[in-house]
C-alpha cells in the first residue's frame, strides 16, 4: 500500500467527520484517529547516538529500551526548528534512533542535520513513505491496543515493538498511543481497532495535545521559539546536564541568568476567527504581537465554552489575565486562558 492508498483508505472510513469526542470520553469509549499530520526520520549507524546527542536538546542516553522522550533541535541561536518525539529503532547501536515530528518539517529538519551528519558514520532518511501513524485516545484504548497487539505499554512514555510495529504510550491522566505499523498492515489494525473504537480525526489528535499543553514545531513556526517558550522544560525535553549541543549556549543561559518573556498556554476561544500556528496576535488598539499561535483544534461539539481551542505563545505579563481580547488584524474577539485538562505538561 502506498501512502496515497492508505489517506484514500482513511477516507473512506470517514476520518475526516468528527463525533461528540467528550461524550465518547465520557461513556469509556476510545476515539481512534489518523496522525497524518506527523512523520518519521530515522537516524541510524553506528555514530547515530553520538551525533544526536550533539544536535538535540534531550539526553539521547535517555531513549533505550522501551523508554522515548521528546526532545527538540535548535540553530544556533537557540530556536527550534524541530520538535519530535525520539524512539529507539531497535536493540543495536547502529539501529539508531526514530524522530516523530510534524511532517511539514521533515524536509527541513534533514537539511539542518546533513550539515553535521557528514562527519559521523551515521546517515539520516524520511521513512514517513513506510509507515502509517495511527493515534488512540480514551480509557478503553490500552484494551483496545491490547487485543490488536497482544500487549499495550502502560507507562507513559513507554514503548512496546512488534513486528517492525511501534506502539507508544504518551503522558495524561486519560490513555492515549501512538501506534506507528508499517504501511502494508495498517489497513488490517485499523479495521480491528474500529471493531471497539469510533473513528476520529486529525482535529481529535490536535485537540488532545492542546488539552495535555503539548506544542510542536511545524513548518509556520520553524526558528520562532527557544524551547522554554513552548515550555519544553517543564516535559523533561531538555537536558541541563548532558553537555553541549547546537544552541544549548542560548538556551542554558535562559535557564540559569534570565526569565523568558514569553510563554505558552492554552486558550479558548468563542467566535474567533479560524486561526493556524504562525500568526500573530494583538491587543486592542495596539500594532504589537503579544501571541503567536502554535496549533489550533475546532471544539467537540460538547464543548459549550468554546467554539475552538488553541496554544498560543504570549507575553508573560498576560499569563495570568484570565479574560483577553485579542485580535487578528481588525478581527477582534475574547480569549480565555484556561488550564491544561488533561497534562503531560507540569506547567499548571
Known amino acids: 500500500m502506498t501512502l496515497a492508498e492508505w489517506k484514500q483508505f482513511l477516507v473512506s472510513q470517514g476520518t475526516g467527520k468528527r463525533p461528540d469526542s467528550e461524550t465518547a470520553r465520557k461513556s469509556g469509549s476510545t476515539l481512534i484517529t489518523p496522525l497524518l499530520q506527523q512523520g518519521l526520520l530515522h537516524v541510524s549507524g553506528i ?24 526532545g527538540a533541535a535548535c540553530n544556533p541561536q537557540g530556536r527550534m526548528y524541530s520538535s519530535f518525539r525520539l524512539m529507539p529503532a531497535g536493540e543495536h547501536a547502529d539501529d539508531g534512533f526514530f524522530l516523530r515530528m510534524r511532517a511539514d518539517i521533515i524536509e527541513s529538519t534533514l537539511s539542518n542535520l546533513s550539515k553535521y551528519i557528514v562527519f559521523y558514520k551515521a546517515k539520516a532518511s524520511d521513512q514517513s513513505n513506510m509507515y502509517a501513524g495511527i493515534g488512540l485516545i480514551g480509557e478503553n484504548s490500552t484494551d483496545c491496543i491490547a487485543r490488536a497487539f497482544g500487549q499495550a505499554p502502560l507507562d507513559e512514555n513507554q514503548l512496546i515493538t512488534m513486528d517492525r510495529a511501534m506502539i507508544v504510550r504518551l503522558p495524561g491522566r486519560v490513555p492515549r498511543y501512538e501506534c506507528w505499523l508499517p504501511i502494508d498492515n495498517a489497513k488490517q489494525y485499523w479495521l480491528q481497532m474500529t471493531e471497539t473504537a469510533d473513528t476520529g480525526s486529525v482535529n481529535d489528535w490536535i485537540l488532545a495535545d492542546i488539552d495535555s499543553g503539548m506544542g510542536e514545531v511545524s513548518q509556520a513556526i520553524t526558528e520562532m521559539f527557544i524551547p522554554q517558550m513552548l515550555n519544553y522544560d517543564k516535559i523533561e525535553a531538555i537536558s541541563f546536564t548532558k553537555g553541549c549541543y547546537t544552541g544549548q549556549e542560548v538556551v542554558a543561559r535562559l535557564q540559569y541568568r534570565g526569565k ?3 510563554t505558552m498556554v492554552k486558550l479558548s476561544l468563542t467566535d474567533a476567527p479560524v486561526l493556524k500556528p504562525g500568526q500573530a496576535l494583538h491587543l486592542p488598539g495596539k500594532n504589537q504581537n503579544c501571541a503567536t499561535i502554535v496549533a489550533s483544534a475546532e471544539a467537540n461539539e460538547a464543548d459549550t465554552a468554546a467554539t475552538q481551542h488553541a496554544l498560543a505563545v504570549i507575553s508573560a505579563e498576560l499569563q495570568d489575565s484570565g479574560s483577553l481580547q485579542l485580535c487578528l488584524d481588525d478581527n477582534c474577539f475574547t480569549a480565555q486562558i484556561t488550564a491544561f485538562q488533561d497534562s503531560a505538561n507540569r506547567v499548571n
Do not use: H, W, Y
Open 47 to 70: 555514530d547515530a547516538a553520538r551525533f544526536l546527542q550533539g544536535q538535540l536538546t534531550c539526553n539521547v542516553e535517555s531513549a533505550k529500551g522501551n523508554n522515548t522522550i521528546p
Open 260 to 262: 523568558s518573556k514569553r
